[in-house]
């Protein structure tokens, strides 16, 4: 087999030197009427070239790269670029494990500290861990901080924060006699009813969770809500689903939030039919010991040289065991790198062009899709990159008509907001040229008229 | 190597730059956030040329070890080598610029392929179905142990305690507590398995489940697993074990026919996916038929001649994670199983388990083994002969750098003091191996008779030994200029 650098002379020898006949004497420790006797009932093995046809088949079943798509909702096609793909493919940033050896890890070690840094300065916050799964279980994750920092029974999440990573929160609680409470959007802006979480929002409310821009692509201005939340004691956690955002919008720090998290996939990862992502997290400093996942920071050798290691480990399973702040292990650290290729290859300025682009044609599209009679804005108020439409006619039909012109116009809303159910989500990038979001219009304006 | 490559921060220069984007064609709204300030700048972020980054990155790779250079016998990580066929299939663009929102009839090769994954690992584990949504192992440990709740409870009782052995990695105790158990541990034996006296003992009508691995971190085989079935089905428990080194049984022995409820695996161990530094992972969980309802969504069912999702599940744990778990580690693993076939799978374990008793064999007697049952996959000596001259197991660690080599694990099992678990896997030639070997024979030589040299190692690394006390007590987490 290609993979197994043995001679048949070298397994021979290997036997003699351990003292034993045949391989299968190795075995002698699985008692006989438990072993597996027979061929495990897999596939004939395939060559490389049988492979790579085999998956070029199964590649070209998905027909979705064809259409011109309009999807967000939690996954975002951005620009990548060639050098993010150059520089992660490297073996040394592929086939090492979690740098547990910080000597011969400190390419591994380096990126996560400046990673961390990173994520520190778009944030506004003034410590990151090293990542999460993805956006859903790092919103998770931090609620289970938030509680271990004010041990309170309930919390309340926004209506708006992205249905999956409300339901990803509510399966890590339901264990734990936590009691999860849903805050209404406002009817018609889609942002936070202020109202409504001052009706629940009390002193034994832990974390008050919320998303901006929202699932609706409505930016948040969560100042108030900020302060509505500390008043009583309260954490505001603040989810970010689109960090592209983080290069123009105001960093949640600025209003506020105690602790952000979310999902950076927009940071050079392709969409990837929803994985490897990558979940961030970043807290005020004195929140540090209940910070989940791994840390790096930096150091000495015995020369003074600067270096840099994993840290504070005594908050992780492998120290502290059931009482660890989390169990998470193995990471998204190879992800965590593309992160940091792409946003130091953007800079300052490449990040708010490209947030900037969103933003500009997302509201052209907006603006463009509600001058055609039966289609029309739902929500008032600015919006990053999505935006969401109300269809005088059945949103299923409006889908499959334009499928057939090769456009995915968006994300119908009414599976997960039955009170949408005339609604679609929109998600608008900079890799939509004009032309294109101009194609959509004129389709939608078709099927309309 | 002795230059130290500088943080981004410190190459930073105002005004460069290394990528732009074409006009914004579109007419400029500038009133579009109306009272919300855009902001301006991004305090310290940093900005360089293209070149810059080229070497800033292809630089720090150069401090890294890996398996495409070194040897790297992490025990209970599997540091196999990462076929690269499976990355370039993983590629494909078919599988990268799918959206994980798209409508179920325009991925339907995304969906045939988790199916097709699925199905092949009942076949490897025996188990009857499984998720591929878990993220990692830890994220399968949590997904499995959710799933045993939700069952106990539907049985009327969720009980209260989680029996683990006192040789587990800690993500166990970790992820039974997350799930709102408390944790007991069981003691191993003297031949380091589950005593099974004290597990008899320890098997109330309280104790939910035993979380076994199996090989455990020892590298020992739980012979008895049977008997640890029948023990915790007895009292109405359930069995979860800890796939991390199945790399050890791969078409040897399926957990699936031997009472294991719960089952999880690590594609990025046993199934060849790369490891990246840290991840990304995966941690497919594996169940019986009878725990099938209590999965999390979406499972993907076959439904009139396509593949559709069903969330619709009044029992299920619930998500887990977002969309369909990490699927390109998904594409990889099945990738590397169509590849190897029954035989080819089976000869990993035999090979995994030959490598492991050859480095055994070769350093017992100059290193001592606390626990002398046959081992399978992996070997965990400790530093105890040497801890007579004041060497500890980090510095044969960090002597082991300057061979080279990458070292062992010694954080756990917490039941070998100063342990050195060796895991060499299948992918190592005899050369390799023989230069460990022989690098291990003068370590435990240059501790009999220069002691200082160890504790001072290593010494021709791109740094010397770290202070990891200092970064705890003092922590710098981020660059603040």
């Known amino acids: ?449 | 190597m002795s230059r130290r490559e500088p943080l981004v921060f410190e190459i930073s220069g105002p005004g460069k730059k290394a990528f732009s984007l074409p006009p914004l064609d579109v007419p400029e709204n500038r009133e579009l956030l109306g009272s919300i300030q855009p902001r301006e700048e991004i305090p310290g972020f940093p900005e360089i040329s293209e070149p810059e980054v080229v070497r800033h990155f292809t630089r720090l790779s150069q401090t890294n070890f890996c398996v495409d250079t070194s040897f790297y016998p992490l025990g209970s990580c599997t540091m196999k080598y990462n076929p690269k066929v499976n990355e370039k299939v993983a590629s494909l663009p078919g599988f990268l610029l799918s959206h994980p929102q798209a409508p179920v009839d325009l991925v339907q090769g995304n969906l045939e392929l988790i199916k097709k994954l699925e199905e092949l690992l009942c076949v490897v584990t025996g188990m009857s179905h499984f998720t591929l949504l878990p993220a990692a192992g830890a994220h399968g440990e949590l997904t499995g142990m959710m799933i045993i709740r939700a069952a106990l409870t539907r049985r009327g009782n969720p009980r209260k305690i989680v029996l683990i052995p006192d040789s587990a990695h800690g993500t166990n105790p970790s992820s039974a507590h997350i799930c709102g158990y408390q944790v007991r541990e069981i003691k191993s034996n003297e031949a380091g398995t589950i005593d099974l006296k004290d597990l008899e003992r320890m098997m109330t009508e309280e104790v939910a489940a035993l979380m076994v691995t199996n090989p455990n971190t020892l590298g020992i085989f739980e012979k008895d697993i049977h008997r640890v079935a029948e023990i915790v089905h007895d009292r109405g428990g359930l069995l979860y074990m800890d796939g991390a080194n199945m790399n050890a049984l791969i078409g040897k022995f399926r957990p699936g026919d031997h009472g294991v409820d719960v089952l999880h695996l690590n594609l990025h161990k046993t199934f060849a996916t790369p490891h990246g530094g840290g991840g990304p992972g995966a941690g497919p969980v594996g169940v019986t038929s009878e725990l099938e309802p209590f999965l999390p969504i979406p499972v993907i069912k076959r439904e009139a001649g396509k593949l559709v999702l069903d969330e619709n599940r009044p029992l299920s744990i619930g998500r887990v994670r977002s969309f369909y778990g990490n699927f390109l580690v998904v594409v990889k693993a099945l990738a590397y199983i169509l590849t190897l076939g029954a035989e080819g799978l089976k000869e990993v374990a035999e090979i995994a388990v030959l490598n492991a008793n050859y480095i055994r064999k070769s350093l017992e007697g100059v290193y001592h083994l606390k626990y002398t049952s046959p081992s399978l996959h992996e070997c965990v000596f400790s530093d105890k002969r040497q801890r007579e001259k004041g060497v500890q197991n980090i510095d044969i660690a960090k002597r082991l750098i300057d061979y080279g080599l990458h070292p062992p694990t010694m954080s756990f099992p917490l039941i070998v003091h100063g342990a050195l678990m060796i895991e060499p896997t299948e992918t190592e030639s005899k050369a390799e191996l023989d230069a460990f070997i022989d690098a291990m024979l003068r370590i435990a030589r240059e501790a009999e008779e220069n002691p200082e040299l160890l504790k001072k190692a290593p010494h021709r690394a791109y740094v010397r030994r770290l202070d990891e006390t200092a970064a705890a007590r003092n922590p710098v987490l981020r660059w603040k200029g």
């Open chain 1, 1 to 449: 087999m290609a993979y197994i650098p043995l001679s048949p002379a070298d397994i021979e020898e290997m036997l003699r030197r351990i003292g034993v006949e045949k391989i299968d004497d190795l075995f002698g420790c699985l008692p006989e009427e438990i072993r597996w006797e027979g061929p495990l009932e897999l596939p004939p093995p395939l060559t490389e070239p049988e492979l790579v046809r085999y998956f070029e088949g199964l590649s070209a079943k998905n027909t979705y790269q064809q259409y011109a798509s309009f999807l967000g909702a939690g996954a975002y096609q951005h620009f990548i670029p060639a050098v993010v793909d150059y520089l992660s493919s490297r073996g040394e940033f592929l086939t090492p494990y979690t740098p547990y050896q910080p000597e011969v890890s400190q390419g591994t070690l380096q990126i996560i500290f400046e990673y961390q840094t990173l994520i520190c300065q778009l944030t506004g916050l003034d410590i990151a861990n090293a990542s999460l799964y993805e956006g859903a279980t790092a919103a998770a994750e931090a609620v289970l901080m938030a509680e271990r920092i004010k041990p309170r029974p309930r919390i309340l999440v926004a209506r708006s924060l992205h249905p999956q990573y409300r339901q990803v929160i509510n399966t890590y609680i339901r264990n734990l006699q936590l009691e999860l409470e849903e805050v209404a959007f406002d009817a018609e802006s889609g942002r936070i009813d202020l109202d409504d979480l001052k009706k629940k929002i009390s002193e034994d409310v832990a974390a008050f969770v919320f998303q901006s821009p929202n699932f609706f692509g409505a930016v948040e201005e969560p100042a108030e809500a900020v302060s509505l939340v500390h008043a009583k004691g309260g954490l505001a956690v603040a989810v970010i689903a689109e960090a592209v955002s983080l290069g123009l919008l105001p960093p949640p720090g600025s209003y506020g939030a105690d602790i952000a998290c979310g999902e950076g996939q927009s940071f050079g990862l392709p969409l990837s039919f929803g994985g490897p992502y990558l979940g961030f997290m970043a807290c005020r400093e004195e929140f540090l010991r209940q910070l989940p996942g791994r840390i790096a920071g930096q150091t000495k050798d015995a020369e003074g040289r600067t270096g840099y290691v994993l840290t504070l480990s005594t908050r992780e399973q492998h120290i502290r065991r059931e009482k660890a702040t989390s169990n998470i292990c193995t990471n998204q650290a190879w992800c965590a790198l593309r992160a940091a290729i792409f946003l130091e290859t953007l800079g300052p300025q490449g990040l708010r062009e490209m947030a900037y682009q969103n933003l500009q044609k997302a509201n052209y599209g907006l603006e463009r899709l509600t001058s055609i009679p039966g289609v029309r804005r739902r929500f008032v108020g600015p919006i990053f990159n999505e935006f969401v439409v109300r269809l005088e006619k059945p949103v299923a039909e409006i889908g499959n008509k334009l499928i057939k012109s090769g456009l995915i116009a968006g994300y119908p809303l009414e599976k997960d907001y039955p009170e949408l159910k005339d609604c679609l989500l929109v998600c608008i990038t900079e890799t939509h040229s004009k032309e294109i979001i101009d194609r959509l219009v004129q389709a939608v304006e078709e099927v309309f008229s």
